[in-house]
Every structure is written in C-alpha cells, then in structure tokens.
C-alpha cells in the first residue's frame, strides 16, 4: 500500500494551496480519507475526512470555510483544497486511509507527508 502526499510548499498568508494524495495497493473505494497535520512542538490534529462514498465530511473548526476535500474513487486520489492560508495552518500534511465507513478512529495507511509554510 503506498499514500503518495504533494503539493506542499511555501505561501504567504490568504493564499492558496492544493495537496494531492495518490493511493495505490487497496481498494480505494472501500477506505475514508482523510487529512491529518502536524505543526512543530504539537500533537497530529485532524483536519478533514472524506467517507468512501464522498456523502459525509468532516472538518475540523479551524479549516471550515477554507478547506475543500474531495476525492476521485476512478483515480484513486483525494485533494484538499486550502484557501485563505494562516500562518497558524503551517504543518507537515499527511493522508490517510481507514478501512470501512468511519471517518474517526485509527486510521490504517499513512503517506509520507507534505510541508505546508505560511508566512505572514
């Protein structure tokens, strides 16, 4: 199984980036997704999930508004869409896969992650 995470990089502040995750080795379709951070000193947060039928999502408080996620079970991808960018949303990115319809539990594959760096 590989979670291959992109389009990390740097930004300024109210600007935009797009992560990427391609998924190979399971059956796509049969997994939430989701996208968890982690900025330097915290703990890993949960930012967004998408259940495999793309009919539920969830957000966490800081990202509504300004984050999109989606996902394309023909290709096997799941994007998030960041907007408005903060200094505060600078994290390395990470997706994740988790067997079934829960989008909140142990999540069972992890890509390698992606860095996200918002300057003011």
């Known amino acids: 199984v590989q979670l291959q995470a992109s389009g990390g990089g740097s930004v300024q502040a109210g600007g935009s980036l797009r992560l990427s995750c391609a998924v190979s080795g399971l059956t796509f379709s049969s997994y939430a997704m989701g996208w968890f951070r982690q900025a330097p000193g915290k703990e890993r947060e949960f930012v967004t999930g998408?259940?495999?039928?793309?009919?539920?999502?969830y957000y966490v408080d800081s990202a509504k508004g300004r984050f999109t996620i989606s996902r394309d079970n023909a290709k096997n991808t799941v994007d998030l869409q960041m907007n408005s960018l903060k200094p505060e949303d600078t994290a390395v990115y990470y997706c994740a896969a988790r067997k079934g319809t829960l989008l909140f539990g142990n999540y069972d594959y992890w890509g390698q992650g992606t860095l996200v760096t918002v300057s003011s």
């Open positions: 998408i259940s495999a039928s793309t009919s539920r999502t």
